[in-house]
């Protein structure tokens, strides 16, 4: 099973930007998605986005669209994913964790997910 890790979280101002970062190891599924789900506060997670392993097929929820890219690449068993997060609001302070696998097709209902990270903090406040 692949061993997710994701970082690069922290605080920013609001219209700022960060990029989170995951590492999957022992990334065996070529043909299944890697993306991003987040939890705000007293709410259910969500899925942000996701990208395809065997084609370059991506995913966004409207929330994130034109704001949010995902992208990644890939070295053997171990794939590099990031998300460069732009025009940052309050609104998108969450715990982001790093998912697979995941549909671009549509929203991948939490259901589908079978691997988690273990979160990395996103904090968007002046």
Not at 46 to 71: N, Q, W
Not at 97 to 103: D, F, G, N, Q, S
Request: net charge negative; aromatic share 12%; glycine share 12%.
């Amino acid at each position: 099973q692949p061993h997710l890790v994701e970082s690069g979280g922290g605080l920013v101002q609001p219209g700022g930007s960060l990029n989170l970062s995951c590492v999957a190891s022992r990334f065996t599924l070529n043909y299944y998605g890697v993306g991003w789900f987040r939890q705000a506060p007293g709410k259910e997670r969500e899925g942000l986005s996701c990208i395809g392993t065997g084609d370059d097929s991506t995913y966004y929820a409207d929330s994130v669209k034109g704001r949010f890219t995902i992208s990644r690449h890939r070295d053997k068993n171990t794939l590099y994913l990031y998300l460069q997060m732009n025009e940052l609001e309050p609104e998108d302070t969450a715990v982001y964790y790093c998912v697979t696998p995941c549909w671009t097709g549509h929203r991948t209902p939490l259901s589908v997910v079978d691997v988690w990270g273990q979160g990395t903090q996103v904090t968007v406040s002046s």
